[in-house]
């Protein structure tokens, strides 16, 4: 619960932070659509044109400024050129010290020659003012405010048909991006060259500008389509729009009709700006700005963007935090890509087709972040349950299987479930007198009892069993749990075997200590039980419960009343003889049960006893014994154990003693004719 409720408070947190919207968020959403804006293809209007001025026109005109009687005569070339108008965004705020005012006052009142006025921080205010309807609310303190405007000369101011304001508006990270359209100096509003342009163009002596509650919303010029602008008046540059460029001292193309914007790019004379597609000169701003304007589809950021960035920021969040705490970790992984690379092209595609500026980068960075969250805290919890699978399990489990079980936790199945257990119960015969060297050293006994308990453990765990507790001398193991063993009968009758002969090693050991040898008891049985963390909330086991698991303990209690190392189950004991000798004991009814169940015991391999024995025609012989003791043919039962008692080399002697006593003990009894063959036992 604690990964849910973490990965929603940080989704919350991410959606708050772009709810807020602080400065920096807007300068990397700025950056994100620049993007939009660098995979366009360049495209360019029939009717504008760019004449620049550059180094080379200033090596054969003359430097800069040329009197403006030589100016003149460059407007009237481009006029007779075939300009429909002529853009000049030079400010002529101060007399031409050669005199040439009146010429080019003549020129400006005789051509829809358009020139240029600044705004400024000084209060001066010679701007030339242009008509404009507003409507709807106020636009103040939403229209750019500067203190003054700096405008031309008054005789030009007179005889010029448009006047326009060159501004430049650069966003918080110092590249343009928008252009104002309108700007505003006290109570006066002055239109942008681009508007100027359009006014003039369309023939309109005015323009009008549509304001609402959050600030400015529309701009329209009488016959052109309504412009839609920012709060602030400023309209979205399409930096796509390039305007084919000569140079004023070359032969003139055909200009019949165009607007042509004459710009100045020599050296040291314009000062190039930064925008989203590199740094371009003002004059591709008013052509972009121009051209945007004129095709009636121009880029704007509606109203609803922000809330859409929103709720695609938290919806597709939300969604990638379920996939990842709830389904395979490829699935997350592959919809993290796929989410980010939809919301680029979701962006891009309303962009292109629609003009619209909806910002991608956010959603991602949220998506991104919400992931890497839900990731790290899944990563967090899966670790901390492969540590808990491991401090549970590396006592217990071959570090082979406890590494299987941490790789896919999946395949431990906690909590109790049903499955075919292999069981082992080994126990140490007579461990009291062994006990009894140990009266004056308890240590010694725990190093001699750890002596045995260790190679005993090793060998279970390497053959893919699991040590479920040790009950002082004794071992409980089982196998099929917590992993599927394909080969439980075989690996659990294989261990039995090793422990057997490692032990013969450390009783060698021990007889050369003068102590005591151990031996062993060892019970199998398989069959169904519940296996799982049993126990109580403060303190819980992985074991194992179920008849089975008694029957197991049962049978290795049985092995020192019948004197084999080894008893089986019949269900262990199904299905092994072809890799071991496996012969069948008796049917027994241990203590506590009425049934009958059959054991057996292993001697061991075939390859291991094939070279040191004929068993085969024992096991025959064994076989005759237990079909003779069961028809209670008790003279024909006796003759087969006189045969029988050195077989086997001397492995089942003291099981053959055991079973001469027991028909000695029968013979007494007044057995019914039908006489199953179950032996009651009396002790467990």
Same mark, same amino acid.
């Given at each position: 619960?604690?990964?849910?409720?973490?990965?929603?408070?940080?989704?919350?947190?991410?959606?708050?932070?772009?709810?807020?919207?602080?400065?920096?968020?807007?300068?990397?959403?700025?950056?994100?659509?620049? *993007? $939009?804006?660098?995979?366009?293809?360049?495209?360019?209007?029939?009717?504008?044109?760019?004449?620049?001025?550059?180094?080379?026109?200033?090596?054969?005109?003359?430097?800069?400024?040329?009197?403006?009687?030589?100016? #003149?005569?460059?407007?009237?070339?481009? !006029?007779?050129?075939?300009?429909?108008?002529?853009?000049?965004?030079?400010?002529?705020?101060?007399?031409?010290?050669?005199?040439?005012?009146?010429?080019?006052?003549?020129?400006?009142?005789?051509?829809?020659?358009?020139?240029? *006025?600044?705004?400024?921080?000084?209060?001066? /205010?010679?701007?030339?003012?242009?008509?404009?309807?507003?409507?709807?609310?106020?636009?103040?303190?939403?229209? !750019?405010?500067?203190?003054?405007?700096?405008?031309?000369?008054?005789?030009?101011?007179? +005889?010029?048909?448009?006047?326009?304001?060159?501004?430049?508006?650069?966003?918080?990270?110092?590249?343009?991006?928008?252009?104002?359209?309108?700007?505003?100096?006290?109570?006066?509003?002055?239109?942008?060259?681009?508007?100027?342009?359009?006014?003039?163009?369309?023939?309109?002596?005015?323009?009008?500008?549509?304001?609402?509650?959050?600030?400015?919303?529309?701009?329209?010029?009488?016959?052109?389509?309504?412009?839609?602008?920012?709060? $602030?008046?400023?309209?979205?540059?399409?930096?796509?729009?390039?305007?084919?460029?000569?140079?004023?001292?070359?032969?003139?193309?055909?200009?019949?009709?165009?607007?042509?914007?004459?710009?100045?790019?020599? #050296?040291?004379?314009?000062?190039?700006?930064?925008?989203?597609?590199?740094?371009?000169?003002? $004059?591709?701003?008013?052509?972009?700005?121009?051209?945007?304007?004129?095709? &009636?589809?121009?880029?704007?950021?509606?109203?609803?963007?922000?809330?859409?960035?929103?709720?695609?920021?938290?919806?597709?969040?939300? %969604?990638? =935090?379920?996939?990842?705490?709830?389904?395979?970790? !490829?699935?997350?992984?592959?919809?993290?890509?796929?989410?980010?690379?939809?919301?680029?092209?979701? #962006?891009?595609?309303?962009?292109?087709?629609?003009?619209?500026?909806?910002?991608?980068?956010?959603?991602?960075?949220?998506?991104?972040?919400?992931?890497?969250?839900?990731?790290?805290?899944?990563?967090?919890?899966?670790?901390?349950?492969?540590?808990?699978?491991? +401090?549970?399990?590396?006592?217990?489990?071959?570090?082979?299987?406890? +590494?299987? %079980?941490?790789? /896919?936790?999946?395949?431990?199945?906690?909590?109790?479930?049903?499955?075919?257990?292999?069981?082992?119960?080994?126990?140490?015969?007579?461990?009291?007198?062994?006990?009894?060297?140990?009266?004056?050293?308890?240590?010694?006994?725990?190093?001699?009892?750890?002596?045995?308990?260790?190679?005993?453990?090793?060998?279970? =765990?390497?053959?893919?069993?699991?040590?479920?507790?040790?009950? &002082?001398?004794?071992?409980?193991?089982?196998?099929?749990?917590?992993?599927?063993?394909?080969?439980?009968?075989?690996?659990?009758?294989?261990?039995?075997?090793?422990?057997?002969?490692?032990?013969?090693?450390?009783?060698?050991?021990?007889?050369?200590?003068?102590?005591?040898?151990?031996?062993?008891?060892?019970?199998?049985?398989?069959?169904?039980?519940?296996?799982?963390?049993?126990?109580?909330? *403060?303190?819980?086991?992985?074991?194992?419960?179920?008849?089975?698991? /008694?029957?197991?303990?049962?049978?290795?209690?049985?092995?020192?009343?019948?004197?084999?190392?080894?008893?089986?189950?019949?269900?262990?004991?199904?299905?092994?003889?072809?890799?071991?000798?496996?012969?069948?004991?008796?049917?027994?009814?241990?203590?506590?049960?009425?049934?009958?169940?059959?054991?057996?015991?292993?001697?061991?391999?075939?390859?291991?006893?094939?070279?040191?024995?004929?068993?085969?025609?024992?096991?025959?012989? $064994?076989?005759?014994?237990?079909?003779?003791?069961?028809?209670?043919?008790? *003279?024909?039962?006796?003759?087969?154990?006189?045969?029988?008692?050195?077989?086997?080399?001397?492995?089942?002697?003291?099981?053959?003693?055991?079973?001469?006593?027991?028909?000695?003990?029968?013979?007494?009894?007044?057995?019914?004719?039908?006489?199953?063959?179950?032996?009651?036992?009396?002790?467990?």
């Amino acid at each position: 619960m604690k990964k849910w409720i973490i990965s929603f408070a940080v989704i919350l947190i991410l959606c708050g932070i772009r709810f807020a919207d602080p400065w920096f968020l807007d300068v990397v959403r700025l950056k994100a659509l620049d *993007q $939009h804006q660098r995979n366009q293809t360049e495209q360019s209007l029939d009717n504008l044109v760019t004449i620049e001025i550059n180094n080379e026109t200033l090596n054969k005109k003359g430097q800069w400024p040329w009197n403006r009687e030589t100016l #003149s005569k460059e407007i009237i070339r481009l !006029y007779e050129a075939g300009a429909g108008m002529v853009v000049l965004p030079i400010l002529f705020a101060q007399p031409d010290r050669f005199g040439g005012d009146d010429s080019l006052a003549d020129v400006l009142s005789q051509t829809p020659t358009i020139i240029g *006025q600044i705004p400024t921080t000084q209060k001066d /205010n010679s701007g030339v003012i242009r008509g404009v309807a507003t409507v709807g609310e106020p636009w103040n303190g939403w229209v !750019y405010q500067y203190p003054g405007a700096i405008g031309p000369i008054p005789l030009l101011a007179e +005889k010029s048909h448009a006047v326009g304001m060159m501004i430049i508006a650069p966003e918080k990270d110092g590249v343009v991006r928008r252009m104002p359209l309108v700007v505003a100096v006290g109570d006066q509003l002055y239109p942008a060259m681009s508007t100027e342009i359009l006014r003039m163009v369309a023939g309109d002596i005015s323009y009008q500008m549509k304001t609402g509650v959050a600030g400015v919303e529309k701009l329209r010029i009488p016959k052109f389509k309504m412009i839609d602008t920012d709060a $602030h008046g400023n309209i979205w540059l399409d930096f796509k729009w390039k305007t084919p460029v000569h140079a004023l001292h070359e032969e003139l193309p055909d200009l019949s009709g165009k607007i042509v914007i004459v710009s100045i790019t020599a #050296s040291g004379l314009d000062s190039a700006v930064s925008t989203p597609v590199g740094v371009i000169y003002s $004059h591709d701003l008013i052509g972009a700005s121009v051209a945007t304007m004129m095709t &009636g589809r121009n880029i704007t950021r509606p109203y609803w963007t922000n809330l859409a960035e929103l709720g695609a920021s938290f919806g597709l969040a939300l %969604l990638l =935090m379920i996939v990842v705490l709830l389904l395979p970790w !490829y699935f997350g992984a592959t919809l993290m890509p796929a989410a980010a690379v939809g919301l680029f092209y979701g #962006s891009s595609h309303l962009f292109t087709k629609h003009d619209y500026l909806v910002d991608w980068s956010y959603p991602v960075i949220t998506v991104f972040f919400a992931w890497s969250i839900a990731a790290f805290l899944r990563f967090m919890e899966e670790h901390k349950k492969r540590m808990e699978i491991k +401090k549970q399990f590396e006592h217990y489990l071959a570090p082979a299987m406890v +590494k299987k %079980l941490q790789r /896919n936790p999946d395949l431990l199945k906690l909590g109790g479930e049903t499955r075919e257990l292999t069981l082992l119960f080994c126990d140490i015969r007579g461990f009291t007198p062994i006990s009894e060297q140990f009266k004056t050293d308890p240590q010694g006994l725990t190093k001699l009892i750890n002596r045995f308990l260790t190679p005993m453990t090793d060998i279970i =765990m390497t053959n893919d069993g699991t040590i479920d507790k040790y009950m &002082g001398d004794c071992i409980m193991a089982f196998w099929n749990a917590p992993l599927d063993v394909k080969e439980q009968r075989r690996l659990a009758i294989k261990s039995s075997h090793e422990m057997l002969k490692h032990l013969e090693g450390l009783n060698v050991e021990l007889k050369k200590e003068e102590s005591l040898p151990i031996n062993i008891g060892i019970g199998l049985n398989t069959g169904d039980v519940v296996v799982g963390n049993m126990g109580s909330n *403060q303190r819980f086991d992985y074991s194992c419960l179920g008849d089975a698991v /008694n029957l197991a303990a049962r049978l290795e209690g049985q092995s020192k009343e019948y004197g084999m190392k080894i008893i089986l189950g019949e269900e262990t004991a199904k299905e092994m003889e072809s890799e071991f000798v496996v012969l069948e004991l008796d049917k027994i009814a241990v203590k506590g049960k009425t049934e009958g169940v059959t054991i057996y015991t292993s001697l061991g391999t075939h390859k291991n006893l094939f070279n040191t024995m004929n068993y085969d025609m024992a096991q025959r012989q $064994h076989g005759k014994f237990l079909f003779f003791y069961r028809k209670q043919a008790w *003279q024909l039962a006796s003759k087969w154990l006189d045969d029988l008692e050195f077989e086997f080399n001397g492995m089942m002697k003291d099981y053959y003693a055991m079973m001469r006593d027991r028909i000695e003990q029968l013979q007494k009894e007044d057995l019914p004719e039908d006489w199953d063959g179950v032996y009651r036992a009396t002790t467990k």
